[in-house]
T-cell receptor
Framework: DAGVTQSPTHLIKTRGQQVTLRCSPK?????VSWYQQALGQGPQFIFQ???????QRGNFPDRFSGHQFPNYSSELNVNALLLGDSALYLC?????????????FGPGTRLLVL | GQNIDQPTEMTATEGAIVQINCTYQ??????LFWYQQHAGEAPTFLSY??LDGLEEKGRFSSFLSRSKGYSYLLLKELQMKDSASYLC??????????WGAGTKLIIKP
């Protein structure tokens, strides 16, 4: 049973560029949440996708956008990258019971913006 | 605002017991989670409490008091591999997870 997978594992970009991160949920899961985790901090909720729609959103600017595909996989896009976007980006999947289910995390994508 | 407080760092000895506390103030409550996160890795699920009381799972136990906005994670028979950060997260009224900054646990031989 495959767990949550993310790609790429590491990424280096420069300010102003755009980046796309990918996530495949755990088998049987239909809900994907994205988090940003700065060094030494807890994860910060970006948004959650269910049935190919953004269901909830945290306090992140519109530069952060996403998508969910019919197979439940998801992408996170960040435009006009800033130095402060450097972080570990985590994807978590769950089986929808409107948030009742435990979230399981992927290994993350470490993004460095220079 | 919403707030979750945990100690920044704790040190304990191999074989001993350690208790990591978490206090929270959130808009609504729909459960509290504890996750373990080794350096450079993703968080892994440890426990879930939604009702008051103690949940035991092997060497790990988690306690919740909703009236006090308080939880703790108890780790027994500490092993070197338990050195990690321990994250407390609360699901609020919107079913969003609000996370603490984590407690870095250092285990010494």
């Amino acid at each position: 049973d495959a767990g949550v997978t993310q790609s790429p594992t590491h990424l280096i970009k420069t300010r102003g560029q755009q980046v796309t991160l990918r996530c495949s949920p755990k088998s049987g899961h239909d809900t994907v949440s994205w988090y940003q985790q700065a060094l030494g901090q807890g994860p910060q909720f970006i948004f959650q996708y269910y049935e190919e729609e953004e269901r909830q959103r945290g306090n992140f600017p519109d530069r952060f956008s996403g998508h969910q595909f019919p197979n439940y996989s998801s992408e996170l896009n960040v435009n006009a990258l800033l130095l402060g976007d450097s972080a570990l980006y985590l994807c978590a999947s769950s089986w929808d019971r409107y948030g009742q289910e435990t979230q399981y995390f992927g290994p993350g994508t470490r993004l460095l913006v220079l | 605002g919403q707030n979750i407080d945990q100690p920044t760092e704790m040190t304990a000895t191999e074989g001993a017991i350690v208790q990591i506390n978490c206090t929270y103030q959130t808009s609504g409550f729909n459960g509290l989670f504890w996750y373990q996160q080794h350096a450079g890795e993703a968080p892994t699920f440890l426990s879930y409490n939604v009702l008051d009381g103690l949940e035991e799972k092997g060497r790990f136990s988690s306690f919740l008091s909703r009236s006090k906005g308080y939880s703790y994670l108890l780790l027994k028979e500490l092993q070197m591999k338990d050195s990690a950060s321990y994250l407390c997260a609360v699901r609020d009224s919107n079913y969003q997870l609000i996370w603490g900054a984590g407690t870095k646990l250092i285990i010494k031989p």
